[in-house]
């Protein structure tokens, strides 16, 4: 089974502060996503790539930023962190093309900003 | 816009009654949709897919047809075990772009 694995499990940050979060898969998937996960609202996509280069923006992108540096990893980053980014927040990769696409998430990170 | 719509939040059961979760969805593109299954502090998992209108498929109990007619993907189980109390996404592919998710519907069953 594909492996997906994100770093950090839980963050606490400051307001202000600067976020990464990091995530890592073994299996040569190109597509990668981040979503966030808030009760109520399900899954939200916040940015996902092609391969390595390419981010593209999702559903609710403000106050995050993006980086594919290599096939394998794939982060989000929020330059300025604010109590409502508090969340789950999953990457998850994809093992084909698009419309037919199974997706392999993360354990998912907790973050806590305060 | 494509969306998917999940219309309970909360659904309470005792073991071996059947279940039945609503999902709905919008989409100008030709629909691709999925549930996904996730336990208490794990990972989202597939649970099962489709693309074809009227035929049902199947995994791990839970069995779910596409209707086009009615844009609908419910997902059902004849006999609901304690293990299957979860939190349960119906998601569809927004426009060839990359997967949406409806809100989700969290599954409680007792003994």
């Known amino acids: 089974e594909a492996a997906v694995t994100q770093s950090p499990r839980n963050k606490v940050a400051v307001t202000g502060g600067k976020v990464t979060l990091s995530c890592n898969q073994t299996?040569?998937?190109?597509?990668m996503y981040w979503y966030r996960q808030d009760t109520g609202h399900g899954l939200r996509l916040i940015h996902y790539?092609?391969?390595?280069?390419?981010?593209e923006k999702g559903d609710i992108p403000d106050g995050y930023k993006a980086s594919r540096p290599s096939q394998e990893n794939f982060s989000l980053i929020l330059e300025l962190a604010t109590p409502s980014q508090t969340s789950v927040y999953f990457c998850?990769?994809?093992?084909?093309?698009?419309?037919?696409?199974?997706?392999?998430f993360g354990h998912g990170t907790k973050l806590s900003v305060l | 816009g494509d969306s998917v719509t999940q219309t309970e939040g909360l659904v309470t059961l005792t073991k071996g009654l059947p279940v039945m979760l609503n999902c709905t969805y919008q989409?100008?593109?030709?629909?691709?949709l999925f549930w996904y299954v996730q336990h208490l502090n794990e990972a989202p998992k597939l649970l099962l897919k489709?693309?074809?209108?009227?035929k049902r498929t199947e995994h791990q109990g839970f069995y779910a047809t596409l209707h086009k007619s009615s844009s609908s993907f419910h997902l059902q189980k004849s006999s609901v075990q304690l293990s299957d109390s979860a939190l349960y996404f119906c998601?569809?592919?927004?426009?060839?772009?990359?997967?949406?998710f409806g809100t989700g519907t969290t599954v409680s069953v007792s003994p």
């Open positions: 299996n040569n998937h190109n597509n």
């Open positions: 489709s693309s074809t209108d009227n």
């Open positions: 998850a990769s994809g093992d084909e093309g698009q419309l037919n696409e199974r997706l392999f």
């Open positions: 998601a569809q592919y927004q426009g060839g772009r990359a997967l949406i």
């Open positions: 989409t100008t593109y030709s629909p691709f």
């Open positions: 790539s092609y391969g390595a280069g390419s981010t």
